[in-house]
């Protein structure tokens, strides 16, 4: 008697560890990806950073006070660039 009663337990348990994960199993879908996305939020391809450099190395002087600026603050990577891009759009 004893041991069908665990038994029993035992499979429920199971039976609602399975139902459980079968409910959370399922992730929900990404929203897709929208051009108006933050600049924060998107990577930087080598193409688009060629790009930008090439166009700011027609400014140097503005370039290496943005650089200077953004050494200060201490930014490292995308967040440096996007500083940087930032900073050379600003007159």
């Known amino acids: 008697m004893v041991r069908t ?10 039976a609602g ?9 399922a992730t929900p879908t990404a929203p897709a990806a929208t ?6 939020k998107m990577k930087l391809t080598m193409q688009k950073l060629k790009d930008m450099k090439a166009k700011w190395s027609a400014n140097k002087p503005k370039l290496k006070a943005c ?11 995308d ?6 891009e930032e900073c050379m759009g600003k007159t």
């Open 5 to 14: 009663r665990i038994c029993l337990a035992a499979v429920l348990l199971v």
């Open 17 to 25: 560890l399975h139902a459980a994960s079968a409910q959370t199993a």
């Open 35 to 40: 051009t108006d996305a933050k600049p924060g």
């Open 67 to 77: 650089r200077a600026d953004v050494k200060s603050k201490g930014l490292a990577g």
């Open 79 to 84: 967040d440096r660039w996007f500083y940087i």
